[in-house]
């Protein structure tokens, strides 16, 4: 086998990307003058890095509208998935925020079952439970939970990101996938320059007077994080993957910890990150 065409591979380097990726923006927006031209400015420098890629990957596009359709209706939802995170961002730790984005897979369950009627199997449901257990852990602060703008626009952002998923199932195996990938990133940063009103100039702005090092590592990140995450999932069985992929909880406590001068709470993050994991495991097994 192609060592290009080993899971385990994409599953490292996305490890290693979506750490980066989670700290740089961190950093990224410590400098922000308008958060929404920010995530427009670090969409497109995503998107286009992505479309580079391209030439690696075998070209290929879906013949049925309903494809498109669906792509479509998603894109709005990671373009508020995308706008709203950056706010949240700016407003709690980088190794806290990774946390939180776990909340998107407990809705995915509950939705399911909700929803689409899927069979109810407990240890998926005590892995739901384990996640938000170890959000309620890190947000219980002085006898009650703190529940700040930030965390709930996290909350929103996650609920936002599950429904993208749903209607965006499997899409990507019908594209060239930096292709896809461009598409997810460069029509959302033209969604919300639309809506925001945000201009050239603003957009221009937000590079020239912020971190260019953390805004450009936080843009190639992004998009290479994308393309090997998903690439893994193509190549690997999710039930693996999933988990070793959680393994970015632990990686950002521990890197947040010394670069980023993150240490309130270290043993609760640290308690917070096993049972993230653990509850990846459950719900995959």
Known sequence: MSIFNNWLLYVVLYLVLATIFTQFFKVATKTLKKAGALTVLLQMMAGLSALLLCPLFEFKFPTDIRVYLMLAVSIIFYAITDRVNTTVRSGIEASTFSMLKQLSTTFMIFAGLIFFKEE??????????????????????????????????????NISFTIALFLDVNISDNFNLPFYVALTLLVPSILIMLFERIKP???KEEFINGNKKAILITALSWACSIIVQLRAYQL???????????????????????????????IRKIISAILI?????????
Not at 130 to 150: A, C, R
């Open 120 to 157: 109810f199997v407990l240890t998926k449901f005590i892995g739901a439970m384990l996640i938000i257990i170890s959000n309620v852990i890190i947000f219980y602060k002085k006898g009650k939970l703190e529940w700040n703008k930030y965390v709930l626009l996290g909350i929103l952002a």
């Open 201 to 203: 100039s603003e957009i």
């Open 236 to 266: 690997g069985n999710v039930t693996v993957i999933a988990p070793l992929c959680a393994l970015t909880v632990m990686l950002n406590v521990i890197v947040g910890y010394l670069f980023l001068n993150e240490r309130d709470n270290l």
């Open 277 to 285: 994991i653990i509850s990846i495991v459950l719900i995959k097994i």
